[in-house]
T-cell receptor, first 114, second 114 residues
Framework: KNQVEQSPQSLIILEGKNCTLQ??????????LRWYKQDTGRGPVSLTI?????NTKSNGRYTATLDADTKQSSLHITASQLSDSASYIC?????????????FGRGTQLTVWP | EADIYQTPRYLVIGTGKKITLECSQT?????MYWYQQDPGMELHLIHY???????EKGDLSSESTVSRIRTEHFPLTLESARPSHTSQYLC?????????????FGEGSRLTVL
């Protein structure tokens, strides 16, 4: 069964600190993996996409990594800000259909305290 | 900034009422989706559409129905709402020419059925 597991479920950090969120998946065949940020009461917004051949990709203070062999991805947030408080969702797409079926994790709820 | 809009943002209604959640996008995307999201849980696909006059049920069984008469409009209807329908409903769209799994989400409609 294709699954996407995220950890931790929730995380509290102080402003200015770094943190790393984890995503493990069993989706096969793999097409790509996206990290989304969902602010409270809003829809998710894509932060970054990782394809099979990519190991690391940065988007400002966000850095995503992908290990296709172990089927693990991480999202590292540097110098956290209050506005980083949100749910971060890992979404994996397969290559099994034209639609590119999407598998969602349950998200990591990040809270940044001042 | 994604150009996809959902109305109403919040709705509280009584059991047995008929409701329609509106979703419109101005990006010309062929693919549109409805997801259901409950706290701490992954997004579940309830309906999707590849284009005008094309609608399909998603993974999660739902008593709702959808229509796609115009490219930009993808409304979801519940003929008789029940408390079990209380949830957050997210509409999304994606372009057909790119199968990268990127979804553009609306801000959601939070439905409470009393």
């Amino acid at each position: 069964k294709n699954q996407v597991e995220q950890s931790p479920q929730s995380l509290i950090i102080l402003e200015g600190k770094n943190c790393t969120l984890q995503c493990n998946y069993t989706v096969s065949p793999f097409s790509n993996l996206r990290w989304y940020k969902q602010d409270t009461g809003r829809g998710p917004v894509s932060l970054t996409i990782m394809t099979f051949s990519e190991n690391t990709k940065s988007n400002g203070r966000y850095t995503a990594t992908l290990d296709a062999d172990t089927k693990q991805s991480s999202l590292h947030i540097t110098a956290s800000q209050l506005s980083d408080s949100a749910s971060y969702i890992c979404v994996v797409s397969d290559r099994g259909s034209t639609l590119g079926r999407l598998y969602f994790g349950r998200g990591t709820q990040l809270t940044v305290w001042p | 900034e994604a150009d996809i809009y959902q109305t109403p943002r919040y709705l509280v209604i009584g059991t047995g009422k008929k409701i329609t959640l509106e979703c419109s996008q101005t990006m010309g995307h062929d693919k549109m989706y409805w997801y259901q999201q409950d706290p701490g849980m992954e997004l579940h696909l309830i309906h999707y559409s590849y284009g005008v006059n094309s609608t399909e049920k998603g993974d999660l069984s739902s008593e709702s129905t959808v229509s796609r008469i115009r490219t930009e409009h993808f409304p979801l209807t519940l003929e008789s709402a029940r408390p079990s329908h209380t949830s957050q409903y997210l509409c999304a769209s994606s372009p057909s020419h790119r199968n990268t799994g990127e979804l553009f989400f609306g801000e959601g409609s939070r439905l409470t059925v009393l």
